[in-house]
């Protein structure tokens, strides 16, 4: 991600005329860039791969007081009150709150803000880089504060996420292990789709329409990614061989087609049909891993294989593997939109700095509310 300054003559002059001696010149030529570099910034926001921009954006004027009518979003026949996870205050801990689906919800927001300066001198200088830089700056702070907002909010839903009535709760639960520990292999893909396909049906309670399956994202570690290149090499099968007792003592390989497709596709962005997003902050020790472990506590999810044991996770050696259903509308992001310049993105000329300090300030902010109204759209593997 990176905002680039055309070199042209308009964007040079206007760039000097922030250093200008004359304080309304230089403060003028200041609002100017901020009004002309805001959308470029929110645009650099809105469209960066990343986990925050897996909600669904819903608009809505910045004085206005928004809400949900949330039996637009369940099955009306089903029973009357409804789980929302959402967050109160900008990374703070998600909320569970248990409402009626015939009731209007309403949500909170929160604002994400950053302030950089740099020395006038890059300005009277045209340094079109440094200014360039300063503003990549910005949006790179405001996606780090997404980031960690829609990760607590994802994780937490997702360890909490339930269907079915099965007397073993374990096996209730939306997350499950892999049939062997340590390994990710076919068998588990299978499993999690249908898993997701159990639980994700539509507002009525039945078949979704148009959908093949209920997962369309795999957030998943590099390690995660490396397992699934060995599907070329590595044998697939989970039962044994016809005339043996011990699966282990054969080896049976995935189809020439699969494996060949893995082998020529070694950056993996689908696999399967479903959208391969490799995440550093997930896997053993890692950040988004570190966050399930918590939000999880004691609940107990099936062990590796098993559909009558199950077990904590345990951040030390397991790790989270997340699948998402991005067709159903249950990951909004509710955003602020500025009535004047219609820019989800505010960024202004900060005039705290005097003269003597010789530097030049903005100051960028948007206000915004993130909910999950259906964490039947998440599944998840313990690895």
Known sequence: MKITLKRTPEQLELIKAMASKNRDTAYSAQVALAEF??????????????????????????????????????NIFDEDYIQVWSQSVAGGLPTNMVQPTAAELK???????????????????????VIGKTFTRVAQEVLLKQERTSSNLLMTALAEATSGNAAFTAKNRNVFRTAKAGVFQLDDINKLLTKARRVNSSWSGGTPAGSRHGITDLLVSPEVVEQIRSIAYQPMNTRSAVGTADKDSTSIPASDTV?????????????????????????????????????????DYLDHGSTSASSVFNGATQQIIVGLDRSRDALVRAIAVDSDTGSEFNLMADDQFSIRQQRIGYYGALEEGRMVLDNRALVGLIM
């Open 37 to 74: 570099i805001g959308p470029v910034v929110s645009e650099v926001i809105n469209n960066a791969p990343t986990i925050s921009n897996l909600f669904t954006p819903l608009q809505y004027n910045a004085d206005d007081n928004p809400s949900l009518p949330l039996d637009l979003y369940y």
């Open 107 to 129: 949500f909170t927001t929160y604002t994400l803000d950053s302030a950089v300066a740099f020395d006038r001198k890059y300005a009277s200088r045209s340094r079109l880089d």
């Open 259 to 299: 494996r060949n497709e893995v082998w020529k596709s070694s950056g993996i962005t689908e696999f399967f049909g479903i959208n391969i997003m490799e995440i550093l902050e997930l896997g053993v020790g890692k950040r988004y891993n570190d966050v399930f472990d918590t939000v999880a506590g004691t609940t």
